[in-house]
């Protein structure tokens, strides 16, 4: 119950910050990202996922996540600038992970156990200049894929054994 409570104030504090993008010599076509990107984590199976659904985040108890703080800004709506960032799952691995790459759904929910789950945000393209980057790194004991921002996080990860797989998408 506390974790609970302790998860409603996150979210509470999370969703009353919005965050302006930095302005760029391209401004007009710069699209808003200014919802939180969730992380959430699972200790039992040790697998990582990010959402924009606040109901998720305080659902996560109760499926055995813990809230694990917001990794990013991403949109939550189709804008000009802006690309979708799918989501997609594995009940075998219980590995669910956001990709830019439809080729890569598609071989992912075709040949390797993935549901497609939909648009999960709407991201800046991988390697744009826009924004910040999401590095997408795996783990290969579980088959865990986590996106990070910050390079001391992506270290520390790939010190731990996680393996760098590039950026995945560009943030705010």
Same mark, same amino acid.
């Given at each position: 119950?506390?974790?609970?409570?302790?998860?409603?104030?996150? /979210?509470?504090?999370?969703?009353?910050?919005?965050?302006?993008?930095?302005?760029?010599?391209?401004?007009?076509?710069?699209?808003?990202?200014?919802?939180?990107?969730?992380?959430?984590?699972?200790?039992?199976?040790?697998?990582?996922?990010?959402?924009?659904?606040?109901?998720?985040?305080?659902?996560?108890?109760?499926?055995?996540?813990?809230?694990?703080?917001?990794?990013?800004? /991403?949109?939550?709506?189709?804008?000009?600038?802006?690309?979708?960032?799918?989501?997609?799952?594995?009940?075998?691995?219980?590995?669910?992970?956001?990709?830019?790459?439809?080729?890569?759904?598609?071989?992912?929910?075709?040949?390797?156990?993935?549901?497609?789950?939909?648009?999960?945000?709407?991201?800046?393209?991988?390697?744009?200049?826009?924004?910040?980057?999401?590095?997408?790194?795996?783990?290969?004991?579980?088959?865990?894929?986590?996106?990070?921002?910050?390079?001391?996080?992506?270290?520390?990860?790939?010190?731990?054994?996680?393996?760098?797989?590039?950026?995945?998408?560009?943030?705010?």
């Amino acid at each position: 119950m506390l974790a609970r409570a302790a998860v409603a104030v996150l /979210v509470a504090v999370a969703s009353a910050v919005t965050i302006t993008p930095v302005a760029t010599a391209d401004v007009a076509a710069r699209a808003s990202v200014y919802e939180p990107f969730y992380r959430l984590y699972n200790p039992a199976t040790g697998d990582n996922y990010n959402t924009t659904s606040q109901a998720e985040v305080m659902n996560a108890p109760n499926n055995g996540y813990s809230y694990a703080g917001i990794d990013a800004f /991403v949109s939550t709506t189709a804008q000009a600038g802006l690309i979708p960032f799918y989501r997609i799952y594995s009940p075998i691995r219980r590995d669910r992970f956001h990709t830019a790459d439809w080729n890569e759904v598609v071989a992912a929910t075709t040949g390797q156990g993935y549901v497609y789950e939909g648009i999960g945000a709407y991201v800046y393209p991988p390697n744009s200049g826009t924004g910040r980057p999401f590095h997408r790194l795996r783990y290969p004991g579980n088959g865990d894929h986590v996106l990070m921002t910050n390079p001391a996080e992506v270290a520390s990860a790939t010190a731990s054994g996680y393996q760098y797989e590039g950026v995945g998408a560009n943030v705010g």
